[in-house]
């Protein structure tokens, strides 16, 4: 049995945990006080951390200003159908790349982890001109269909699936099984916990998404909701209280979703040996 | 006949250089029987299997199934089916569903595949433990329903990659009976893998003895125990004494061996080596009996007791011979003896009947 430290040894440790704690938690914490400030305490001198009476008002302020409805949907509708084609393509990609045998496999495999070596900011301009040539700017295919599969996805689940035992496929395969049916029944029902943490972490990449719809839509019907926070911020003021009404707002759905796949997330990570 | 192995080869290949991993095997294995490929590891007998298998193909050669050749059918269609070592049962599925899994594939009416596989249930004895994940059961729970999914396609062959393996000694005995039992009842031509001499003597009709993919020697368990061929089977199938010496005389129910180095001459069974040539005469532990007596008599060798085991039913000896050999016998019928001392003279007796010669 593991032996629990001595008192002297815990204290110690729990007030630096939670210091810790506290300091990675602090912008989340202020953003959501803030939230409930009134404009004037949000810089008043001296300081103050919590606000003389929550004001619900922000909220309501927040979207009023802003068509945050249309906001939200659009950017839940962008995230959820980019995770859906990811798992998709990203399955697809990652079993041929890990369990079938052609010429040059290792090479395009190579070359994707390589891709993910370059950062987004470089491929911007380039990714610009392509689909504005292919007539999608503005539009929801210019959000979604640039990011149907990602390296990073196909690299995590290519990892979990060359975990899976080979003579789990070799029984499917004597059973009768051809590969479409061994894919569908034995490795994405075992591949599970990897398929929740590459979902949760595309979600949240693309909820987040703030840089390439800024770049690509203009038409306030296709907004996601990152760029419309940011029209809070002006060249002459900042509406702090409901900039951070806003965002506590674009949170809930992510600590919705982390709720429902906290487990399997866990376990992907531990299984994968990945975190982002 | 049932399973023919023509010539087969499989050379795998990586960095430029060639491994032959099963080096020309003809087997014949004849409708119905169990036949066990036995050696050590990396003899070549998984390959060999996998080649049957279809997960690997021969480099030469072609594996025929009751005349047909299916060298290169794909698995599934070879109508084979493998219990494999770590049983590759999908954890995700209960046991019915494992079971049940390959018959769905098929297409069957799904009253004839609930039909079919609680029949198979019931004859690898997992009744009332069918909707239990595979890690909810034991590992000889698991290891049936791995019977039960290979054995409810109704195969042709059914393959067994060391399926024992993974088990403690005493579920291993009673599971290698209840294999038996299960292939004598089907009547499915078995392929059996294992590196466990006890497991293939127990329930093999034929066992094929391999080394660096060659075949060393096939014959019944009793064959290959009695009438070893060279000295590999004689020394990994059971424990083995070897006299060396010169063949005297060829004759198989009466040769003789001289040995030189011992100054006697032995008769024995010699039906392989030529008078004049180097022999081994191989002598089973059991074979020796064990006596004080000094006189010198036929197939008779004195030696002095290096050290001894008392094993419950049986003593093991160490003897050390003249010429600096040393000898392991088994004594049974203990009862009342006294138990010997280390450093007394014993002289050990073995018949012709239990000398059987090889080359040397």
């Known amino acids: ?45 001296p300081p103050r951390f919590y606000p003389d009476f929550f004001d619900f008002r922000n909220f309501a302020g927040a979207m009023e200003q802003i068509p945050m409805g249309r906001y939200l949907f659009n950017s839940l509708f962008v995230a959820l159908s980019v995770t859906l084609l990811q798992l998709v393509f990203n399955s697809f990609a990652a079993y041929g790349l890990s369990r079938l045998r052609f010429k040059g496999r290792d090479l395009i495999f190579l070359i994707l982890v390589g891709t993910l070596m370059v950062p987004p900011e470089v491929t911007l301009v380039p990714l610009y001109i392509i689909v504005k040539n292919l007539g999608m700017i503005d ?138 | ?90 954890p995700h599925l209960s046991v019915e569903e494992n079971v049940a899994f390959g018959l769905k594939i098929k297409h069957i009416s799904r009253d004839t595949v609930r039909k079919e596989t609680r029949e198979m249930i019931d004859l690898v004895g997992l009744r009332g433990l069918e909707k239990r994940r595979p890690d909810q059961l034991s590992g000889g ?16 062959v059914l393959l067994f990659d060391e399926p024992l393996s993974n088990l403690d000694a005493k579920l291993r005995e009673s599971m290698r009976l209840e294999i038996r039992r299960i292939q004598q009842e089907t009547a499915i031509t078995s392929v059996y893998v294992t590196h466990d001499q006890v497991e293939a003597m127990s329930i093999s009709d034929l066992i094929v003895i391999m080394e660096k993919g060659k075949i060393m020697q096939k014959g019944s368990p009793f064959e290959v125990y009695i009438r070893p061929e060279n000295a590999f089977v004689a020394d990994f199938i059971g424990k083995v004494n070897f006299i060396e010496g010169v063949a005297d005389k060829q004759d198989p129910e009466s040769g003789i061996v001289v040995s030189s180095s011992l100054k006697k001459s032995f008769n024995c069974r010699n039906a392989l080596v030529e008078k004049g040539r180097p022999a081994r005469i191989v002598v089973r532990p059991e074979a020796f009996s064990l006596s004080n007596a000094r006189n010198e008599e036929l197939n008779s060798i004195a030696g002095t007791v290096l050290s001894y085991s008392f094993l419950g039913s049986h003593l093991e000896y160490i003897v050390k011979l003249p010429d600096g050999s040393v000898i392991n016998a088994l004594e049974y019928n203990l009862s009342e003896r006294q138990l010997p001392r280390v450093g007394e003279e014993k002289r050990l007796f073995f018949s012709k009947e239990n000398a059987w010669t090889i080359p040397g």
């Not at chain 1, 210091?19 to 912008?27: A, D, E, G, K, Q």
């Not at chain 1, 409930?36 to 810089?43: A, I, L, R």
């Not at chain 2, 030469?60 to 109508?79: A, C, H, K, W």
């Open chain 1, 139 to 276: 539009s929801y295919r210019v959000l979604i269909i640039p990011f149907m599969s990602s390296a990073f996805g196909i690299f995590l689940l290519r990892q979990f699936f060359l975990g899976i035992p080979r003579e789990l496929e070799e029984a499917a395969i004597i059973d009768g099984a051809g590969r479409v049916k061994i894919f569908f029944t034995i490795i994405l029902p075992l591949s599970k916990p990897a398929l929740w943490t590459m979902s949760l972490f595309t979600f949240i990449a693309h909820w987040n998404e703030y840089m390439w719809p800024l770049v690509s839509v203009s038409d306030p019907k296709y907004q996601m909701i990152q760029v419309g926070i940011s029209q809070f911020v002006s060249g002459w003021e900042t509406r702090w209280t409901y900039r951070m009404a806003a965002s506590a707002l674009t949170v809930v759905p992510i600590i919705i979703f982390f709720f429902f796949v906290q487990k399997q997330f866990v376990e992907g990570i531990s299984v994968s040996g990945i975190k982002e």
């Open chain 2, 141 to 156: 729970q698991q290891q049936r329903v791995a019977l039960a999914r290979s054995l409810v396609m109704k195969p042709k």
């Open chain 1, 1 to 45: 049995m593991r032996k629990i430290p001595s008192l002297w040894i815990r204290v110690p440790l729990y007030i630096v945990i939670i210091t810790i704690m506290l300091l990675v938690n602090l912008p989340f914490i202020w953003m959501l006080v803030t939230a409930f400030k009134h404009e004037s305490e949000v810089f008043s001198l």
């Open chain 2, 1 to 90: 006949m049932g399973l023919v192995l023509e010539n087969i080869t499989k050379i795998f290949r990586s960095d430029g250089s060639d491994m032959r991993a099963v080096d020309h095997i003809a087997l014949e294995i004849p409708s119905g029987a169990l036949v066990t490929l036995l050696g050590p590891s990396g003899c070549g007998k998984t390959t060999t299997l996998r080649m049957i298998a279809g997960f690997e193909l021969p480099t030469e050669g072609s594996v025929r199934l009751e005349g047909e050749d299916i060298t290169f059918l794909p698995p599934n269609q070879r109508n084979i089916s493998m219990v494999f070592q770590s049983y590759a049962l999908f």
